[in-house]
């Protein structure tokens, strides 16, 4: 039966990772993330890779989207916040360069 799913494109490893992808993305996820989640799933370090490689502006805005969704429009308003941010974003699975893209430099303590 998997045999045939297989031969009919039905089931691939290539299909559940395309689809995951684009279900984490939905969530607000960034590549470091993802990339770990494919990998725990099963699917090889090279393929994983793969499937979030995409340049980096375009990460960068998928952490200033999730930003946003979380805590709304306004830059934050002191160190502590931009922190907090910060490491929202870094739990997330953002690298720091796409962190800082999306929050700014940090404001003076």
Known sequence: MLD???????LSEERFTEQY???RLGRGHGPRRIREELRRRGIDDAA?????????GFWSEQASRARIRRFGEAAPAD???????????ERRGFTTEQIRSALGSPPRR
Not at 48 to 56: F, Q
Not at 79 to 89: H, K, M, S
């Open 4 to 10: 045939t799913l297989e031969a009919q494109g039905l």
């Open 21 to 23: 992808v684009g279900s």
């Open 79 to 89: 160190y502590r916040e931009w922190v907090r941010q910060a490491r929202f974003l």
């Open 48 to 56: 994983a890779r793969e499937a979030v490689e995409r340049d980096d």
